[in-house]
Protein backbone atom coordinates (compact mmCIF):
# COMPACT_ATOMS: atom_id res chain seq x y z
CA UNK A 1 0.00 0.00 0.00
CA UNK A 2 1.51 3.47 -0.69
CA UNK A 3 2.31 5.61 2.23
CA UNK A 4 3.69 9.02 2.86
CA UNK A 5 5.01 10.32 5.33
CA UNK A 6 6.05 13.99 6.04
CA UNK A 7 8.75 15.03 8.52
CA UNK A 8 10.66 18.38 9.31
CA UNK A 9 8.01 20.77 10.58
CA UNK A 10 8.17 22.96 13.73
CA UNK A 11 8.78 26.30 14.99
CA UNK A 12 10.59 29.03 13.00
CA UNK A 13 10.60 32.70 13.66
CA UNK A 14 9.55 34.73 10.81
CA UNK A 15 12.08 34.66 7.87
CA UNK A 16 13.81 32.00 9.09
CA UNK A 17 13.71 28.44 7.14
CA UNK A 18 12.62 24.87 6.63
CA UNK A 19 13.09 21.94 5.02
CA UNK A 20 9.90 19.20 4.80
CA UNK A 21 10.46 15.76 3.32
CA UNK A 22 7.56 13.78 1.99
CA UNK A 23 8.64 9.86 1.85
CA UNK A 24 7.19 7.94 -0.03
CA UNK A 25 6.74 3.82 0.63
CA UNK A 26 5.21 1.10 -0.48
CA UNK A 27 2.89 0.56 -3.63
CA UNK A 28 -0.18 0.64 -4.97
CA UNK A 29 0.40 3.07 -8.25
CA UNK A 30 3.48 4.77 -9.14
CA UNK A 31 2.86 8.11 -8.52
CA UNK A 32 2.51 10.54 -11.30
CA UNK A 33 2.72 13.53 -9.17
CA UNK A 34 3.19 14.55 -5.79
CA UNK A 35 1.72 17.72 -4.21
CA UNK A 36 2.67 20.01 -1.21
CA UNK A 37 -0.69 21.49 0.43
CA UNK A 38 -1.06 23.04 3.50
CA UNK A 39 -4.02 24.36 5.46
CA UNK A 40 -4.55 26.86 8.49
CA UNK A 41 -6.87 26.81 11.05
CA UNK A 42 -10.33 27.97 9.82
CA UNK A 43 -9.03 28.33 6.09
CA UNK A 44 -9.42 25.85 3.24
CA UNK A 45 -6.39 23.37 2.09
CA UNK A 46 -4.77 24.88 -0.37
CA UNK A 47 -1.71 23.36 -2.85
CA UNK A 48 1.60 25.65 -2.57
CA UNK A 49 3.85 23.21 -5.23
CA UNK A 50 3.30 19.90 -7.21
CA UNK A 51 6.12 17.99 -9.03
CA UNK A 52 6.03 15.72 -11.87
CA UNK A 53 7.80 12.36 -10.63
CA UNK A 54 9.18 11.31 -13.71
CA UNK A 55 11.06 14.41 -14.74
CA UNK A 56 10.47 16.95 -11.88
CA UNK A 57 8.23 19.67 -13.66
CA UNK A 58 6.79 21.64 -11.04
CA UNK A 59 4.44 24.65 -10.90
CA UNK A 60 4.96 27.11 -6.86
CA UNK A 61 1.55 29.04 -5.79
CA UNK A 62 1.96 32.52 -6.65
CA UNK A 63 1.32 33.21 -3.54
CA UNK A 64 5.13 31.46 -2.22
CA UNK A 65 6.68 31.83 -5.31
CA UNK A 66 10.51 33.00 -4.68
CA UNK A 67 10.06 32.02 -1.18
CA UNK A 68 9.37 28.18 -1.94
CA UNK A 69 10.70 25.29 -4.01
CA UNK A 70 9.59 21.32 -4.47
CA UNK A 71 12.26 19.12 -5.97
CA UNK A 72 12.09 15.21 -5.62
CA UNK A 73 15.00 12.54 -5.46
CA UNK A 74 13.56 9.41 -7.44
CA UNK A 75 16.78 7.07 -5.76
CA UNK A 76 14.90 8.14 -2.43
CA UNK A 77 11.55 8.48 -2.64
CA UNK A 78 11.73 11.32 -1.02
CA UNK A 79 9.92 14.77 -2.20
CA UNK A 80 11.24 18.17 -0.55
CA UNK A 81 9.79 21.59 0.01
CA UNK A 82 12.08 24.03 0.94
CA UNK A 83 10.34 27.15 2.80
CA UNK A 84 12.35 30.75 2.79
CA UNK A 85 11.74 33.74 4.53
CA UNK A 86 8.73 32.18 6.33
CA UNK A 87 6.18 34.15 7.60
CA UNK A 88 3.46 34.25 10.12
CA UNK A 89 0.97 33.51 7.05
CA UNK A 90 2.71 30.65 6.27
CA UNK A 91 1.66 29.12 9.24
CA UNK A 92 -0.33 25.70 8.74
CA UNK A 93 -0.08 22.31 8.45
CA UNK A 94 1.69 21.14 5.17
CA UNK A 95 0.89 17.33 3.85
CA UNK A 96 1.82 16.34 1.01
CA UNK A 97 0.28 13.93 -1.90
CA UNK A 98 0.19 11.57 -4.58
CA UNK A 99 -1.65 11.24 -7.66
CA UNK A 100 -1.08 9.29 -10.82
CA UNK A 101 -0.26 11.96 -13.09
CA UNK A 102 1.08 15.54 -12.97
CA UNK A 103 -1.00 17.34 -15.90
CA UNK A 104 -4.21 15.94 -14.54
CA UNK A 105 -3.44 16.91 -10.38
CA UNK A 106 -1.50 19.59 -10.85
CA UNK A 107 -1.92 21.48 -14.10
CA UNK A 108 -5.77 21.41 -14.52
CA UNK A 109 -7.00 19.97 -11.65
CA UNK A 110 -9.24 17.66 -12.81
CA UNK A 111 -8.31 15.06 -10.63
CA UNK A 112 -7.53 15.15 -6.54
CA UNK A 113 -4.56 13.24 -5.11
CA UNK A 114 -5.32 9.63 -4.15
CA UNK A 115 -2.79 9.02 -0.90
CA UNK A 116 -2.11 11.43 1.65
CA UNK A 117 0.37 11.68 4.64
CA UNK A 118 -0.83 12.79 7.99
CA UNK A 119 0.85 16.18 7.84
CA UNK A 120 3.21 18.34 9.91
CA UNK A 121 2.31 21.25 11.57
CA UNK A 122 4.66 24.69 10.65
CA UNK A 123 4.34 27.48 13.10
CA UNK A 124 5.83 30.92 12.13
CA UNK A 125 6.53 32.98 15.31
CA UNK A 126 8.52 35.29 17.19
Known amino acids: QLQLVESGGGLVRPGGSLSLSCAVS????????VGWFRQAPGKERERVAC????????NIRDSVKGRFAVSRDNAKRTVYLQMNALKPEDTATYFC???????????????????WGQGTLVTVSS
Open 51 to 58: ISIPDGTH
Open 97 to 115: AAGRDYFHMCVIDSRSPEV
Open 26 to 33: GFTFEPGA
